[in-house]
């Protein structure tokens, strides 16, 4: 995909402010924080997010962390019960030996104050998730597992004397420079632009579930570190591959809430609007199929009874059960007057995390020397076609770990001339035609949740094709001041990637499902897909 400008802003590096750090880590959710967490004391480290430290996909995970805990349970089960959920094109090697390092990272996270919740005999408490064969979920605070793990890593890295912490610091473009990432373009709402100049980067920006209208994620997740990564020239894969978590709870109206995985975990059944348990008639594993499984039942369901929404039950649960497992799901259902131990509790399908990304090594690099990523920024082939529930905050803490020790050995490894600003510039004739952001998010939400969903076929993509094209080319052409115009185009620029990565796939594996290839094709594509590097019409 060609795109108007190698950088979204003009800039010269003599009119500009510098700041200069051995390690510049972009993103402030679990895997940047681990990152920072694994460089020594001698080495300086800035982390930037581009909202509070807090704000992240990382913060909002509500069921846990998976992890071979039980002696009933084996790696080799972990590992098989993630290469099933995958759909044929996991990188057994990733999923190798990021199983084998969960238990450890648990361990640190306990050791770094981190209170999981506990059985009667003092045990870590364990939960079974759809996709998974044992009970292996270690949780916290009931269903607030992301919001305990950040609490504690955060505080451990305001401990960090070389950790550096912006917060409310946009990260508009990566720099580069001879073929090799050397820092980023970074906005501060009372400074401007700012230049960084870093020895090496780790991108760990998080995902892109805000190209949906329908989303579980936060305002902040639309993707800045992957379209920016692209633009520098970093090698992206698997960008058809959006997972829809199946049970979002829906009221017309409000901000869609995730209802945990765990909750049929533990034994909830999916019914339609008439009262009928659908799921035993579509995979022997029910409620406990994989997502990707349970996301297109739902979405046949509610076609079939022409209905918005299918509904989660818990009346058979013991209720005292249902409130101590899940506090923070009990009291999001208590604003909108559901009982979540006795109503019927409405829910459809949302987008909720982004399996491709980034491509990555075993130890987190990019193909662009000095970059490295982590977390759902990245592609690391981990998830295949089909993440496994619960193995996304084990992700960004075994990757978080890798690309902060691999990026310290780097440093380590090479003659360090004294950091200093480099000659770089951009400039472009951007347009001048007055644009509606608000206008534009909405109706890329839109389109994205009708042509490129759960269920997909070429008729509708095609229709989102000419949209995206004609969309493109004012958007990209445009220099915006504010964040608000750099998150669109950065939409705009990774919807285009996936329809196109969703388009040349014409197959159905794991969450991207074609009505018109309804059947997987190992022949041509039991593999993974790369995105062409970008190419820009001129130097800047």
Known sequence: ?????????????????????????????????????????????????????????????????????????????????????????????????????APEEVARLIEWGCHFDADAAGKLA???EGGHSHRRIVHALGD????????????????????????????????????????????????????????????????????????????????????????AGACLADMEFMQFHPTVLYVAGSARHLISEAVRGEGARLLDKNG??????????????????????????????QHPNVYLDLSHLDPHLVAQRFPGISAVCKRFDLDLARDRIPVRPASHYMIGGVAVDLEGRTNLPGLWAAGEVTSSGL??????????????????????????????????????????????????????????????????GRHLSVI??????????????????????????EPAGWELQNMVTLASLMLQSAQQREESRGVHYRLDFPEPDDQHWQRRQWVPTMEWDGET
């Open 276 to 305: 009928c348990r659908f799921m035993p008639d579509v995979d022997p594993r029910a409620e406990l199929a994989p997502r990707d499984v349970v996301a297109r039942a739902i979405v046949r369901q509610m076609e079939r009874t």
């Open 456 to 481: 997909r076929d070429a008729a509708h993509m095609g229709e989102a094709r000419q949209d995206l094209d004609f969309w493109r080319g004012y958007v990209l052409t445009h220099e915006f001041a």
């Open 144 to 231: 607030a597992t992301g919001q305990e793990v950040m609490r504690a890593v955060i505080a451990q890295a305001q401990t960090r004397c070389n950790v550096n912490l912006w917060e409310f610091a946009f990260t508009i473009d990566l720099l580069t420079h001879d073929g090799q990432c050397v820092g980023a373009l970074v906005h501060r709402p009372h400074q401007g632009l700012i230049m960084v100049w870093a020895r090496q980067v780790i991108l760990a920006s998080g995902g892109m579930g805000q190209i949906y209208r329908e989303t579980t994620n936060p305002a902040v997740a639309t993707g800045d570190g992957m379209a920016a990564a692209y633009r």
């Open 383 to 448: 998830h295949g076609a089909n993440r496994l529930a619960s193995n996304s905050l084990l992700e960004g803490l075994v990757y978080g770990a890798l690309c902060g020790r691999g990026a310290v050995a780097a440093c380590q490894g090479q003659t360090l001339p004294e950091l200093k600003p480099l000659p770089l510039e951009s400039s472009f004739k951007a347009a001048t035609t007055p644009l509606d952001v608000a206008d534009l998010r909405n109706a890329l939400q839109s389109l994205m």
């Open 1 to 101: 995909m060609r795109l108007p400008h190698r950088y979204l802003c003009q800039f010269r590096s003599r009119k500009l402010v510098h700041a200069f750090t051995d390690l510049l880590i972009i993103g402030g959710g679990l895997a940047g924080l681990r990152a920072a967490l694994e460089v020594p004391p001698e080495w300086e480290v800035l982390v930037v997010t581009k909202d509070r430290l807090p704000e992240s996909n990382s913060q909002y995970a509500q069921g846990g962390i998976a992890g071979v805990m039980d002696p009933e349970d084996r790696f080799e089960n972990h590992v098989e019960d993630t290469m099933r959920a995958g759909a044929g094109i996991c990188d057994r090697q990733v999923v190798e030996m990021v199983v084998r390092t």
């Open 126 to 128: 364990l939960t079974l």
